[in-house]
């Protein structure tokens, strides 16, 4: 027999009262409506998404104000320069999102009139869409019962239903159970009210359970931080590499990086390819070693030697790429490891 607390019957009453909670404490987030309002702008949920997937909110505010200030539709999101977009998104890392983006802005613009499709199969077949996304997009944009899904909602139910399966294996279980729970009124208001029950109070560490809504139902909650259940985390390899920061007359020597693969399309320093062998620097020279960085991806981490050659005129390259004055180089858009190591260059050649 089911648990009582959580029969079918039972499912409305934890459904409001998690309504009830969002109702009253909501998030005001720039991308948001308040609870009850219509819902906001498609582009405005669709960017939001994106910039949210593995980053935080705190992060994301002032990324989603400038693109919207600078971009206000997707129409010309969708008309602008390759470059521009992926300087404004430094920063935020995993940088194929914002390829993502300017791909789906141009397929909603040119293929569907400058508008987003309503459910979630139109939408996952859009650059970037995956289901969560997706989800989330026909939920809170378009009033769609469909189950939402993150990283603080599987939280938020592996605790409620005590699920001992561990994530990733959970998942469909837990999604299940999201289902189950999401209304057919008001499902964008719920699934962001799920949101903001992990971020605020379902948190990973030290849940604030007495002031849950739902914490009479929760079969966990006396083992809040044992939820979700999670597999043994496999070691991050370590890899090395080498960047070269070439000054001469004010500038350094930016390149471009292929479109295809890590920080695709972005400038950088020209390095190596980072699996073990160092590689030749650009040009012969009396080379200074400036220092290292450390920089963590998704599925390595990364010591990135920094070596420095300061010279009078600027030489022919036998690499594509552009002099950047120095004084400037905060608007080349260089994503975060090579700031980082333009930082230590710098450091390193006022010391040489």
Known sequence: MPDPVMSVEMLPHITNKILAHYDANARLLP???????????PYRVWLSEIMLQQTTVAAVKAYFDYFTQRWPTVAALAAAEDADVMAAWAGLGYYARARNLLACARVVAQDFGG??????????????????????????????????????????????????????????????????????????????????????ICTPRAPL???????DACQGRLAAESFPVKAPKLAKPHRQGRAWWIEADGAVFLIRRPEKGLLGGMRALPSCDWQGAEGAPPLEGAWHRLGDVDHVFTHFRLTLGVDGLRLRDRPQMALLGEWWPI???????LPTLFNKAAKAAQKGMRMT
């Open 31 to 41: 991308w948001r409506s308040p609870p009850g309002t219509p819902a906001p702008d």
């Open 115 to 200: 508008h987003f499709p309503s459910d979630e199969a139109g939408l996952r077949a859009l650059p970037g869409i995956g289901p969560y996304t997706a989800a989330a997009i026909a939920a809170i944009a378009f009033g769609r019962a469909a189950p939402v899904m993150d990283g603080n909602v599987e939280r938020v139910i592996a605790r409620l239903y005590a699920i001992a399966t561990p994530l990733p294996a959970a998942k469909p279980q837990l999604y299940q159970h999201v289902a189950a729970l999401t209304p057919q009124h008001r499902p964008g208001d719920f699934a962001q009210a799920m949101m903001d029950l992990g971020a605020t």
């Open 209 to 215: 359970c007495g002031l849950c809504p739902i914490a």
């Open 327 to 333: 004084d400037r180089l905060a608007e080349a858009g």
